[in-house]
């Protein structure tokens, strides 16, 4: 494992995707407000962190790899807030994807005692978001060709087009990408896909609703009919991680979590440590597994987060 770490540090990643500011407002609620029958929170703690597709770059980051993001940073001070957040983790952020005809995508949870109570959205309309392709598509291109792996994080919120997968997936040496199917986007020929379970149901072309147990042959044949990608990692929750070739089930995974806290995040720490378990000369099983031994960790903690090499070590030693 420690040989497999140290070759990390020498990949070199690009995360194109929706960026955002997670923000935390934490404290304790006592009373409830005598205007309106809502607690009233008493504030001991406020805390920014990278999320969407920052927080794969973090996690990325975490783990040694060097790591450039593409996504759409508002010229604000949240923008400002969450270059300052990766540029302190020495991951790189072109001034390029400044720009400021919409704000920085920011999510504020209030929370006491880890219970979220609530949780305040800014944002602008997807198609605000949407790059443009005629001006940053050539640089987009040579920063693809330049990576040794590219990781798509799409959180719907517009960043990624299908103008752009074309561009990503002509020039990227391998591709790995995190759906969000509800946009209908051509996420297809990429060498990884990583939906959970609603959105491989979705991928599917199944409800989301309807589908208990989850039915894991039906959905595995018709993601790989529609997208043919050439790996398939469904994270299932506490059910583990299946994996999938050539449209068929190679084995599930169960999943590492002794504790669960949080799920924020999880998806990213598992495409991030997938990603550089296969491009870091691991086999497919022996990089999902250490991938479900970092989403273990990451869960384990409270809001976004990420794992360390020495987390790692600690818990296969």
């Known amino acids: 494992m420690k040989e497999f770490l140290d070759r990390i540090k020498s990949l070199n990643i690009l995360v194109i995707g929706d960026v955002m500011l997670d923000r935390y407002v934490i404290g304790e609620v006592k009373r409830i407000s005598p205007e309106a029958p809502v607690p009233v929170l008493a504030v001991s703690e406020e805390k920014s962190v990278a999320g969407g597709a920052a927080n794969v770059a973090l996690n990325l980051n975490a783990l040694g790899?060097?790591?450039?993001?593409?996504?759409?940073?508002?010229?604000?001070?949240?923008?400002?807030?969450?270059?300052?957040?990766?540029?302190?983790r020495n991951i790189e952020v072109d001034q390029r994807f400044r720009f400021s005809t919409a704000p920085t995508i920011s999510k504020s949870r209030v929370t006491s005692s880890n219970q979220q109570i609530c949780r305040v959205d800014r944002e602008a309309p997807t198609k605000s978001y949407s790059p443009d392709l005629k001006v940053l598509g050539s640089d987009i291109s040579k920063k693809v060709k330049l990576a040794d792996a590219v990781i798509v994080s799409d959180y719907g919120k517009g960043f990624v087009t299908n103008q752009l997968l074309g561009i990503v997936s002509k020039n990227a040496r391998f591709l790995s990408i995190d759906p969000k199917p509800s946009r209908l986007l051509q996420y297809a020929n990429p060498d990884l896909l990583t939906p959970n379970r609603f959105e491989a149901l979705e991928l599917a072309g199944l409800s989301r609703e309807s589908c208990e147990p989850f039915p894991q042959e039906d959905v595995v044949g018709k993601i790989f009919e529609k997208f043919a990608p050439k790996m398939l990692a469904v994270t299932l929750g506490a059910d583990g991680m299946l994996l999938a070739t050539d449209g068929k089930i190679d084995k599930i995974i169960p999943t590492f979590a002794k504790e669960v806290f949080d799920v924020s995040g999880a998806g990213d720490t598992v495409i991030a440590a997938l990603t550089l378990g296969l491009i870091g000369e691991q086999n497919f099983a022996e990089a999902a597994e250490f991938a479900n031994l970092a989403a273990g960790v990451v869960v384990g903690k409270v809001g976004t987060a990420t794992v360390s090499p020495e987390e790692i070590l600690g818990l296969v030693n």
Do not use: C, Y
């Open 65 to 88: 790899a060097n790591v450039e993001t593409i996504g759409w940073f508002g010229d604000d001070e949240r923008g400002d807030e969450l270059f300052d957040i990766l540029g302190q």
